[in-house]
């Protein structure tokens, strides 16, 4: 039988299927949309300017793992898919650009919030289509594909009628919150899809290239801190480098390679390997629930954490004295403070959920860190961040002694896995090349 015109301009992807250099490449879009959130957020600390980052999060989230549910089906860099893929980067790069304006426009130019949702409708127009290339002909896996699909698009469309009705039919001084109450309905259905997900039939085809997929965009994340961290340290404006800077960057460093530890050194092998054992229906709500639901506030919690950095270096930059005598102020350390607890929060949620168990070293770590929060606020900025880098590392330390025995079994066998693939692949190269 002859190749179907289908087949022809996809390629679809199997139970051994692993990230892609194209996707890596494509995931650079949302590492300089992490940093645009957190640079403009910290341009105007405020309650309220925080919660629209957040929902600005939310809605770049869903993006993405739409995008890495396309590529779990079909393979990124085969056929017509790069295409597809370049497309989507293009209009999440314009995500980014415009996130300054997404629920208030600046005076000039195009109306922000409507080039902001009008860009964010084309991701989710492409994704669709992409996905729906993939389903069968016949009509129940059609219908169930609605199940899937439809919500999404009333999500997106819900963003544009947030960006053009309420300025013409509500009070200017009620705009700016109808916008946002408009916004958190569009989240919720969007949201909301994930729920339906054992009804569509859905499955993966590769649970190593899912878990592998939202490794790396928690590496962006961390990666992003990393940058908001060199950016935050080297604009002193003709300052010279003093101690206190370089003091708080190695601090800055601790803190982002302790949170890189607790996720990567035993975790995410450890869920990566439960969830390949899990089989039938219980597979698709749990990828789900760890990867979908609960690796949002592990990404929230790293841009929290990087503005609340951000800030305490621009204090200590713009008055070199501070870091001895200034205490923070307003929300910089309920964020600072805050985002390592969340990612926090995220890591106890995500082991409840797959192995049943509360982790008790994580959970103390929590507890100790909300007990300091408020003391924080009388402490000298430098001393504050030292508090919170000791405490980050005194976990991973006890948590390495605690999990000994665990974490050599789990990397023991991610280890063998690893030799397996790699012997397999050379056996194969042996005969082709």
Known sequence: MGTSARDRLVSWGGPGTRVTRLELFYDLVFVFAFLNVTTLTSADLTARRL?????????????????????????????????????????????????????????????????????????????????????????????????????????????????????????????????????????????AVGLVLPRTDWRLRSVGHWAERHALIVLVALGESVIALGIGSTSRAGRPITIPVIAAAFFGIAIIAALWWLYFDVLAFAVEQVLHGVRGHGRIPMARDVYTYLHLPLIVGIILFALGLKEILAGVIKDPDSASRDELAGLAL????????????????????????LDRVLTGAVVLLVLLT????????????????????????????????????????????????????NSWRRHHF
């Not at 989507?88 to 208030?104: C, D, E, K, N, S």
């Not at 289509?129 to 469309?157: C, D, E, F, N």
């Not at 924080?376 to 390495?400: D, E, N, S």
């Open 51 to 191: 919660v629209e980052a957040m929902f600005v999060l939310a809605l770049l989230w869903w993006s993405w793992t739409g995008f890495a549910a396309v590529g779990n089906i079909l393979r990124a860099d085969q056929g017509i898919m790069p295409l597809v893929g370049f497309a989507i980067m293009a209009a999440i790069f314009g995500l980014a650009l415009t996130t300054a304006v997404a629920f208030r426009d600046e005076p000039g130019g195009l109306y922000g919030p409507w080039v902001f949702s009008l860009a964010y409708l084309f991701t989710w127009v492409v994704k669709v289509v992409a996905l729906w290339s993939s389903i069968g002909r016949g009509g129940a896996p059609r219908a169930r594909s609605m199940l899937l699909t439809v919500p999404t698009m009333i999500g997106a469309m819900i963003i544009v009628i947030a960006a053009t009705v309420p300025q013409r039919v509500v009070p200017d001084s009620a705009v700016q919150n109808v916008r946002l109450g408009l916004w958190a309905v569009a989240l919720l259905v969007a949201f």
């Open 334 to 357: 309920l964020v600072l403070y805050g985002g390592v607890i969340l990612y926090l929060l995220a890591l106890i949620a995500i082991q409840l959920r797959v192995f049943r168990r």
């Open 374 to 425: 408020p003391a924080g606020y009388a402490l000298p900025v430098l001393t504050t961040l030292i508090l919170l880098t000791v405490a980050v590392v005194a976990v991973v330390l006890v948590q390495l002694r605690a999990t000994a025995q665990v974490r050599q079994q789990v990397r023991e066998t991610a280890m063998d896995e690893q030799t397996a693939m790699e012997a397999e692949a």
